[in-house]
């Protein structure tokens, strides 16, 4: 099973795109850590304020790659420099 989430965040702290890239650099780095995921950011590359992540998992079961990805947005959703406004989930 494959899981796809695509997210939108709006970067509160960041005034320039030096440091929004330096927010999801640190951010992104210790998702791909952490957790048995691929995370990249894949829109709004030059909006300061914007930025659409994607996460994938492959698991043997649709439980363990929806319990995988949630705990990866619990983790996203943890830092205050930011706040996520859009989710949409695939399954394939």
């Known amino acids: 099973m ?41 829109g709004h590359q030059d909006v300061w304020q914007l930025s659409n992540i994607s996460l994938v998992t492959v698991s043997p079961s649709r439980q363990v790659a929806e319990r995988e990805l949630d705990r990866a947005l619990h983790f996203l959703d943890s830092f205050p420099e930011w706040e996520r406004v859009h989710t949409r989930f695939e399954w394939l």
């Open 2 to 42: 494959i899981g796809f989430v695509e997210l939108e965040f709006r970067i509160y702290e960041a005034h320039s795109l030096k440091e929004k890239r330096a927010v999801l650099q640190r951010t992104l780095t210790r998702l791909r850590q952490r957790f048995n995921i691929s995370a990249a950011e894949t």
